[in-house]
Every structure is written in C-alpha cells, then in structure tokens.
C-alpha cells in the first residue's frame, strides 16, 4: 500500500474569520453527528462541548448523566 501525503494542520489565516466561522460551523456539524453515530452504534454514553472562536458554546449530550439545558416551567 502506498503511503499518502498529508496536508499539514494549521490554523485559518487572521484575514479571513469568515471563513474561519464557516469552517468550524462545517466541522463543528460533523463532528455531532458523529458523536450522535458512536452513542447510537456503541450505546454509549457522550458528551461533546465546542466553543467557536467567538466564544459560543455548541453542546451535545447522548445520556442522562449530562442532560441538555432544558428551560423551566414558569421562566425560571
């Protein structure tokens, strides 16, 4: 088997943060599916926080040990 090049990582460049928050709403979106893929094939229990560069938080939890932010009754 021949052995395959790979790219190297780096980051983003500082002049185009649109396609910084473009790149990591892509990723950010495969990586919860597979999250939800490895809860739903191995039945187990994940949790998965992300923050974006402008500092939101994405969040996915598969158990009932890390139960998703659900709002109250009566606004509380």
Same mark, same amino acid.
Do not use: W
């Given at each position: 088997?021949? $052995? $395959? @090049? ?11 943060? #649109? #396609?910084? &928050?473009?790149? %990591?709403?892509? #990723? ?12 739903? %094939?191995?039945? &187990? $229990?994940? &949790?998965?926080?992300? %923050?974006?560069?402008? =500092?939101? &938080?994405?969040? %996915?939890? +598969?158990?009932?040990?890390?139960? +998703?932010?659900?709002?109250? @009754?009566? =606004? #509380?």
């Amino acid at each position: 088997m021949d $052995e $395959e @090049k790979k790219k190297a990582t780096k980051r983003i460049d500082d002049d185009v943060t #649109r #396609r910084r &928050a473009t790149s %990591f709403s892509k #990723r950010s979106r495969s990586l919860l599916r597979k999250a939800h893929k490895i809860s739903a %094939f191995c039945d &187990a $229990e994940v &949790a998965l926080v992300a %923050f974006s560069p402008s =500092g939101l &938080a994405t969040k %996915f939890s +598969s158990g009932e040990r890390y139960p +998703s932010q659900k709002k109250k @009754k009566n =606004g #509380r």
